[in-house]
C-alpha cells in the first residue's frame, strides 16, 4: 500500500464550481498533515496544514479522519486560477521527513 | 515574504560528472532539507540536516550525495558522480522548528538538473 495515495485526476470543473480531493495515508502514526499546491514545474507551496477539527481558509476546507486515515480538501467557487496539482502530505513522528502523495491535477475551465 | 533561493535553476552536466546544487534558506530558520522530484512523479524526501550534521535520510541518498553548511547562510548538496537516473528537480527547503503543522517547510524553486 502507498503512504499516502491520491486519485490523480485531472478533475476538469468550471468556474464557480466546488470541488472534493481525498487522499489516504497508511502510517497510523503519522502526525501533521499538509495540502501543498504545485504549478507546473514550480516547488510545492503550502496551502494549509489540516487540524483534526478540520479547518477553513476563505474557499478551502480540509478535513482529517484519523480512525479512517483520510484527509480531504474542498474548494468552493473554483477560480480559473486554483488551476494546478493538489498534493497531499503528511508527516513521520518527529517530522524530518515529508511524506508526499503523487497529486491530484485539477483544472478550472472558464 | 522571506523565501528560500536556490540556484542555479537549471544545471546540465555530463554523466559521472560531480554537481553541487546551492540553497540559501530562510535566515531564521534551523532545520534545512533537500527532496527531489523525477519528472512525472511525486516529490520524493532526501536529507534533512540541523545543527551542523544530518539528522534522516532516505534510501535514495546513498554514498553518491552529501550535504553541508559551509559558512552560514549557504546549504549544499553535492552529488559526488552523477548518473542518468539523478535527473530530476531538487527542491531545497527550511523550517524555523522540527516542520509540524506549526512549522511547516518552505520550498524553493528548485533546481532542475539534466544529467547527458
Known amino acids: 500500500r502507498k503512504e499516502v495515495e491520491q486519485d490523480p485526476g485531472p478533475f476538469n470543473v468550471p468556474e464557480g464550481a466546488t470541488v472534493a480531493f481525498n487522499c489516504t495515508y497508511s502510517?497510523?502514526?503519522?502526525?501533521?498533515f499538509f495540502w501543498y499546491r504545485q504549478d507546473c514545474r514550480k516547488e510545492p507551496k503550502l496551502l494549509m496544514s489540516?487540524?483534526?477539527s478540520g479547518n477553513e481558509d476563505g474557499r478551502f476546507t480540509a478535513q482529517l479522519n484519523r480512525a479512517s486515515q483520510y484527509i480531504s480538501l474542498l474548494i468552493r467557487d473554483s477560480k480559473l486560477s486554483d488551476s494546478a496539482t493538489y498534493l497531499c502530505?503528511?508527516?513521520?513522528?518527529?517530522?524530518?521527513?515529508?511524506?508526499f502523495g503523487t497529486g491530484t491535477r485539477l483544472l478550472v475551465s472558464p | 515574504e522571506p523565501e528560500v533561493t536556490q540556484t542555479p535553476s537549471h544545471q546540465v552536466t555530463q554523466m559521472g560528472q560531480e554537481v553541487i546544487l546551492r540553497c540559501v534558506p530562510i535566515?531564521?530558520?534551523?532545520?534545512f532539507y533537500w527532496y527531489r522530484q523525477i519528472l512525472g512523479q511525486k516529490v520524493e524526501f532526501l536529507v534533512s540536516?540541523?545543527?551542523?550534521?544530518?539528522?534522516?535520510k532516505s534510501e535514495i541518498f546513498d554514498d553518491q550525495f552529501s550535504v553541508e553548511r559551509p559558512d552560514g547562510s549557504n546549504f549544499t548538496l553535492k552529488i559526488r558522480s552523477t548518473k542518468l537516473e539523478d535527473s530530476a528537480m531538487y527542491f531545497c527547503?527550511?523550517?524555523?522548528?522540527?516542520?509540524?503543522?506549526?512549522?511547516?517547510?518552505?520550498f524553493g524553486n528548485g533546481t532542475r538538473l539534466t544529467v547527458t
Open positions: 527547503a527550511s523550517s524555523a522548528d522540527r516542520g509540524g503543522r506549526n512549522s511547516p517547510l518552505h
Open positions: 502510517n497510523s502514526a503519522s502526525q501533521s
Open positions: 489540516v487540524y483534526s
Open positions: 502530505v503528511v508527516s513521520l513522528p518527529g517530522f524530518q521527513k515529508l511524506v
Open positions: 535566515s531564521n530558520h534551523l532545520y
Open positions: 540536516f540541523y545543527n551542523n550534521e544530518i539528522s534522516e
